[in-house]
């Protein structure tokens, strides 16, 4: 899981700066939490498969409530 640091650096550049300027999330843990948990759990692949499944469902009109942790 040596390549896994690479992405999660890059999250937490991104929440450090971007988010702040975003609205809050509707959802918890915030997709970019979740993606940080993600790298941590599985290898690369798996967990940016599982990221961008999260990415795709998460905007106001999804059914999904997402208190799932990976």
């Known amino acids: 899981m040596i390549i896994n640091w690479l992405p999660v ?3 937490k550049v991104y929440q450090k700066f971007y988010k702040r300027k ?3 999330c509707l959802h918890y843990p915030t997709c970019s939490s979740y ?3 993600a790298y ?3 290898n690369f692949v798996k967990a940016t498969k599982i ?3 999260r ?3 998460c905007h106001p ?5 997402y208190i799932d942790y990976p």
């Not at 009109?61 to 409530?65: A, G, K, P, V």
Request: hydrophobic share 40%; aromatic share 14%; charged share 25%.
């Open 51 to 53: 990221t961008i499944q």
């Open 9 to 11: 650096l890059f999250i």
């Open 61 to 65: 009109f999804s059914n999904r409530s």
């Open 40 to 42: 941590k759990k599985y």
């Open 22 to 24: 975003q609205p809050k």
């Open 35 to 37: 993606a940080i948990l």
């Open 55 to 57: 990415i795709r469902d």
